[in-house]
DNA sequence: TCAATAGTGTCTCTCAGACAATATATC
DNA sequence: GATATATTGTCTGAGAGACACTATTGA
């Protein structure tokens, strides 16, 4: 007969009751990013109920252990109710876990990043918030509380966001899907608050491999500019020098 | 009188049951890097409990959320309990958070790592262990099936350790308090599993200002070598230009 | 033809790699 | 002095910055 304490794998986790023990609460925050205006915003939804309570915050929300498979679900579904938009670029940031981060209980969340061009986002307010709004983003400062840490963790996110655009192609994810070399020279410009050489630029992008001619020109200004594309199936390209920022 | 839906935010705090939702099980584990016999090394503890009893597993455990203030905390203390060491250099990683990750329950792990000079630790095995080791780690490869997903945990992360390797001095935390620049480069070149020229690797670490002369020197081999320490205060340096690994 | 915007030519600078050379100890 | 290890001198090359220059359109 097998002793109490070696019941065998499947017995222990059939008998295994997690209500026994206390433990904290997790929940997903998304950071959802987008350009235009010539500014970084950033979304934010407007609380339905406590706490913090009609103040504005992050898109999050609770882990369904019954809906989501894993901890992107969380983000993706809660980035879908309030964009409609299924694949955006996601990247999980950090996570924030402490006893008094929010007054309820010890509660953990995993923040991720989200970068969209504002052109496919139809707005939702869904049922947790009573407003939501693009929030503008001006020389790295957030100009307004948000609720929990959201503040603090916006903040955060900004500084991580605009570092990795000194040597990655992220920014690739904030302009449409056809661009012209300037608008993306555009967008590093306004996550960087800084200009950049245009020849120096190009010549980064271009040597990267990660972009191509469609074939095609953007009219509507005086010269007409080449429309580029995205290079199917190539990940983020991470460059051997950085973008030497004067201000750093 | 109040209507129900707004009792306010102390009432409505008070009045909340965390119970009443099913949540995911959160826990930390922390992946500890040292270097020796030019190799890098990760610490493992063998489980003394089902799931995966008797298997090798990353040092963690759940969050304590009476003892742990905030997430750092429960990797600190269960790395404090395996290896007697209180102020490592610790960064958080990443946190995997699914369904069936864990055979119990939907389960959250934060992933740290560690790094840590050898000399300072003292093994200690711990209540929930019933062994405990260094394993070495070669060519990046992970030679021992681990329990849960820490295999493929421990995988990525040490990808992620020789990726920062190519543009941080993050290796000043894998060796002694003083070291010569000969044994700071040995722990690189383990690193990136590659040799690196003296005179470059010299000339990137001296003028980045992380480290400063002790006056002493290492006696011992032929010609005595100057010992150094980090520089007091400093963060982690992040190069402009990466190593420029040949393998890549 | 002018103004505005797109895009190029080319010089310099910095820092990494390569590798030969020098320095300082023990034997 | 021979040898092993630590340390330096210096040339080359890649890629970033600076900035003047050319190209292509609409008005």
Request: without cysteine; glycine residues 6%; hydrophobic residues 20%.
């Given at each position: 007969m097998k002793p109490l304490q070696d019941l065998g794998e499947k017995e222990f986790i059939k008998n295994?009751?997690?209500?026994?023990y206390e433990r904290p609460n997790a929940s997903v925050d998304t950071v959802i990013y987008t350009v235009f205006d010539r500014a970084l915003h950033v979304l934010l939804v407007r609380r339905a109920?406590?706490?913090?309570?009609n103040m504005w915050s992050l898109v999050g929300g609770f882990i369904d252990i019954h809906r989501d498979s894993d901890l992107e679900s969380t983000a993706k579904r809660k980035l879908y109710e309030k964009t409609?938009?299924?694949?955006?670029y996601l990247e999980q940031y950090e996570t924030i876990g402490s006893?008094?981060?929010?007054?309820?209980y010890w509660s953990i969340t995993t923040v991720y990043f989200a970068l969209l061009h504002h052109s496919k986002v139809s707005l939702r307010i869904g049922d947790d918030a009573v407003d939501i709004k693009w929030m503008r983003i001006t020389n790295?400062?957030?100009?307004e509380v948000l609720a929990f840490d959201h503040t603090e963790i916006l903040k955060s996110c900004c500084g991580r966001l605009r570092n990795k655009v000194l040597y990655t192609s992220l920014p690739l994810h904030l302009v449409g899907t056809t661009f012209t070399l300037v608008e993306l020279q555009n967008v590093y410009e306004v996550l960087l608050d800084e200009t950049l050489d245009a020849k120096s630029f190009r010549r980064r992008m271009l040597s990267a491999g990660v972009i191509e001619e469609t074939g095609k020109m953007k009219l509507g200004s005086r010269r007409p500019a080449k429309l580029y594309r995205r290079v199917?199936?190539?990940?983020?390209h991470f460059f051997m020098r950085n973008i030497e920022a004067s201000s750093y």
């Open positions: 295994y009751d997690p209500a026994i109920e406590y706490p913090f309570k409609g938009i299924n694949t955006p006893k008094t981060r929010d007054p309820r790295n400062s957030v100009p199917a199936g190539t990940n983020t």
